[in-house]
């Protein structure tokens, strides 16, 4: 009796361990097939939303998502072949109709209160209460002391390639841009001096700016990343929130004492009257009918979208700008001549020698029209979108609108 009680506590023993392995396989295994199943059904359910315009066949895992830089390349030779519009596969469940054609453009750009939650900006009423209070930014009494310092930026830049040439030292040509439109974006917008160009191995807000780009553009390029889950769960998405919480507090600290400066003086205008008016200026002093300015939360947002957005995508026109002229050198000789003959012996430009550069000015448009800085606009349909042909997408799907195709 003693044996039999003995043997049965110890294949108890053995078993119990046993049994929880099997019960947490089975959990895992209904639990994955519970997502996969999910996956494949938000899968077909937009691909059926999609099903009046056929496009290019894609991996049912990985969609149209190209690891080998040939993006650009294949999308267009799509444009080609699927005229007006075809669907779009960012890993399993993200998807795109990618519109490219001035006929359905139209349609897109002339429905009113059809989008919101575009990517990089704010939607309805907000979107236009915004744009209203920020508009005095730019005008051109506000953006003309700006020219010099600009001048300024573009000159550090300058000698630094000086000193490379002396060397023979090649550099990355977009990297010394992307510095040089920095330090201009934060001198002002801001009234900030970064000396970005100078030290952007040690200062932890530039490095946490390109860090962010960097990710940014990995995240919409790489599979499985465009997957929020996963991407937050891996170290690319460590890297990120870093990066951003390092972004974020110099973006509060900027304003913190931007905000300290205005609340010392009596009267807003005496502070604003002694100094150029700056980007963060209108952000904390503007308000509306009902006096009413924007949230801490607004202004930061409306910070980091303009110094993250305008910095890059700037770089990326100028870049293209300096490629396009060495790949023309007879232009770039044109451009020269005007722009020396403008300068007629001064070291940098200035608001009043901008229309003395037509042909240059011509060069600049036609490099932008051909490599635009932005390629696309993103938008999500509030309801659903009619074209001339007959063909209807539903509401809540998710368009591209194609600029470059």
Not at 119 to 130: D, T
Not at 172 to 195: G, H
Not at 274 to 299: H, M, P, V, W, Y
Request: proline content about 5%.
């Amino acid at each position: 009796m003693e044996v039999c009680q003995y043997f049965s506590k110890t294949i108890k023993f053995y078993f119990e361990p046993f049994r929880l392995y099997n019960v947490l396989v089975v959990v895992c295994i209904f639990y994955f097939s519970v997502v996969l199943y999910n996956l494949v059904i938000t899968r077909e359910k937009k691909m059926r939303a999609f099903e009046q315009f056929p496009g290019p066949p894609g991996n049912w895992l990985f969609g149209h998502l190209r690891q080998d830089g040939t993006d650009f390349s294949i999308i267009t030779k799509w444009g080609e072949q699927y005229p007006y519009a075809f669907p779009l596969q960012f890993g399993p469940t993200s998807i795109y109709l990618t519109i490219h054609h001035s006929s359905y453009l139209k349609t897109v750009l002339a429905s009113a209160g059809i989008f919101t939650d575009c990517l990089l900006v704010s939607a309805g009423q907000k979107w236009f209460r915004h744009r209203r209070l920020l508009t005095p930014g730019f005008h051109y009494d506000i953006l003309k002391p700006y020219v010099k310092l600009m001048a300024d930026s573009a000159n550090i830049m300058l000698d630094k390639w000086e000193t490379y040439a002396k060397t023979e030292q090649s550099f990355e040509l977009f990297q010394q841009v992307s510095l040089m439109t920095l330090d201009s974006i934060m001198k002002c917008a801001f009234s900030y001096n970064s000396n970005c160009q100078t030290e952007s191995g040690t200062n932890p807000y530039i490095k946490a700016v390109f860090e962010l780009c960097y990710l940014v553009h990995l995240r919409w390029r790489w599979f499985p990343y465009p997957s929020e889950t996963i991407f937050h769960l891996s170290p690319h998405g460590y890297r990120y929130r870093k990066a951003c919480k390092i972004a974020h507090s110099h973006t509060e600290e900027v304003i913190r004492k931007r905000k300290e400066a205005l609340s010392k003086e009596k009267e807003q205008d005496i502070l604003l009257k002694r100094r150029n008016l700056d980007f963060l200026d209108i952000l904390l002093c503007t308000q509306d009918e009902q006096q009413q300015g924007l949230s801490d939360e607004a202004i930061r947002a409306e910070v980091d979208t303009f110094m993250f957005e305008g910095h890059d995508t700037t770089a990326s026109g100028i870049s293209w700008i300096l490629y396009n002229m060495a790949c023309y050198p007879e232009h770039q000789q044109k451009c020269r001549e005007e722009i020396q003959e403008a300068l007629k012996g001064k070291d940098s430009m200035e608001w009043e020698d901008l229309s003395k550069i037509p042909y240059t000015t011509m060069c600049i448009k036609e490099s932008l029209r051909l490599y635009l800085p932005v390629p696309g606009l993103a938008r999500k349909l509030t309801k659903p979108m009619t074209f001339f042909d007959g063909r209807t997408i539903p509401e809540g799907r998710a368009v591209h609108i194609s600029v470059s195709i």
